[in-house]
């Protein structure tokens, strides 16, 4: 089964960018679709972005306008760059494949603060 592993968390201030990488050990130019999620203690997994394999994306409202979700397939790789980022969306951060979900890796940490 391929396996996904998450990279690019870290400590950054209000306003600051991070670029989140997802590299899976297998060919990921088959999958339908690709998501980001994030989760943070004792709330639930939420959406946060979702590419499908042309190019097609959507995101939560939480997120539209600063955050952009890409992939490349030649390198078996999905993106999430962040911008103006906000104390709210510290989470771990976790990508996937959609609908059929692999199993979840460990994530990488994202918090916001000054």
């Known amino acids: 089964q391929v396996q996904l592993v998450e990279s690019g968390g870290g400590l950054v201030q209000p306003g600051g960018s991070l670029r989140l990488s997802c590299v899976a050990s297998?060919?990921?130019?088959?999958?339908?679709?690709m998501v980001w999620y994030r989760q943070t203690p004792g709330k639930e997994r939420e959406l946060v972005a979702s590419?499908?394999?042309?190019?097609?994306?959507n995101y939560a409202e939480s997120v539209k306008g600063r955050f952009t979700i890409s992939r490349d397939n030649a390198k078996n790789t999905m993106y999430l760059q962040m911008n103006s980022l906000k104390p709210e969306d510290t989470a771990i951060y976790y990508c996937?494949?959609?609908?059929?979900?692999?199993?979840w890796g460990q994530g990488t940490q994202v918090t916001v603060s000054s």
């Open positions: 590419i499908i394999g042309g190019g097609s994306t």
């Open positions: 297998g060919d990921i130019s088959r999958f339908y679709a």
């Open positions: 996937n494949r959609y609908p059929l979900f692999l199993s």
